[in-house]
T-cell receptor
Framework: QQQVKQSPQSLIVQKGGIPIINCAYENTAFDYFPWYQQFPGKGPALLIAIRPDVSEKKEGRFTISFNKSAKQFSLHIMDSQPGDSATYFCAANSGGSNYKLTFGKGTLLTVNP | GAGVSQSPSNKVTEKGKDVELRCDPISGHTALYWYRQSLGQGLEFLIYFQGNSAPDKSGLPSDRFSAERTGGSVSTLTIQRTQQEDSAVYLC?????????????FGEGSWLTVV
């Protein structure tokens, strides 16, 4: 059973556009929601993360919007650049004493110049 | 080193052979994780080590998979009697502590191909 559902699978935008990637979860025990960025041949790297006590977090051009009641969260990339082309993964921590992440299946973002 | 180091970066093995994948976490990090990344399947949790606590092995897909962490630092993931479905990128990661708010840093992975 997939615990974090991510969409879309792939996304193409023009430079300057605002791609939005969505994730949904069912487990209400999830209490930490990071987004990871992965370039080809590299490991994923933490981009931005949010806790459920806030509805939005912004770091530079990246914003997470969080809707606790709907159990959804999304990543927005403002003024997207070709260098943002990568695979993006949402994730959630399942809570409890063990800190481990459950990942979505990823979104391949292409930003055309 | 500055980051999580994994070796080998690429490994081609014959079906039925055993393989060992090595991970050197960031110095001082007490938590270490192994994930598997298959094409189009995201990252699948395998195992988690935290300090001297018993490891969380709940993600290991079968008893052919095992991992150990020696001296609280280096970890080895062993796959016995490899099968073609084991082909994937095996990612190691570490964090300073095994608790929320601690960034999990990933290595570049070991790409395993079973032929």
């Amino acid at each position: 059973q997939q615990q974090v559902k991510q969409s879309p699978q792939s996304l193409i935008v023009q430079k300057g556009g605002i791609p939005i990637i969505n994730c949904a979860y069912e487990n209400t025990a999830f209490d930490y929601f990071p987004w990871y960025q992965q370039f080809p041949g590299k490991g994923p790297a933490l981009l931005i993360a949010i806790r459920p006590d806030v509805s939005e977090k912004k770091e530079g051009r990246f914003t997470i919007s969080f809707n606790k009641s709907a159990k959804q969260f999304s990543l927005h990339i403002m003024d997207s650049q070709p260098g943002d082309s990568a695979t993006y993964f949402c994730a959630a921590n399942s809570g409890g004493s063990n800190y481990k992440l459950t990942f979505g299946k990823g979104t391949l973002l292409t930003v055309n110049p | 080193g500055a980051g999580v180091s994994q070796s080998p970066s690429n490994k081609v093995t014959e079906k039925g052979k055993d393989v060992e994948l090595r991970c050197d976490p960031i110095s001082g990090h007490t938590a270490l994780y192994w994930y598997r990344q298959s094409l189009g399947q995201g990252l699948e949790f395998l195992i988690y080590f935290q300090g001297n606590s018993a490891p969380d092995k709940s993600g290991l897909p079968s008893d052919r998979f095992s991992a150990e962490r020696t001296g609280g630092s280096v970890s080895t993931l062993t796959i016995q009697r490899t099968q073609q479905e084991d082909s994937a990128v095996y990612l190691c990661a570490s964090s300073l502590r095994g608790s929320i708010g601690n960034t999990i840093y990933f290595g570049e992975g070991s790409w395993l191909t079973v032929v």
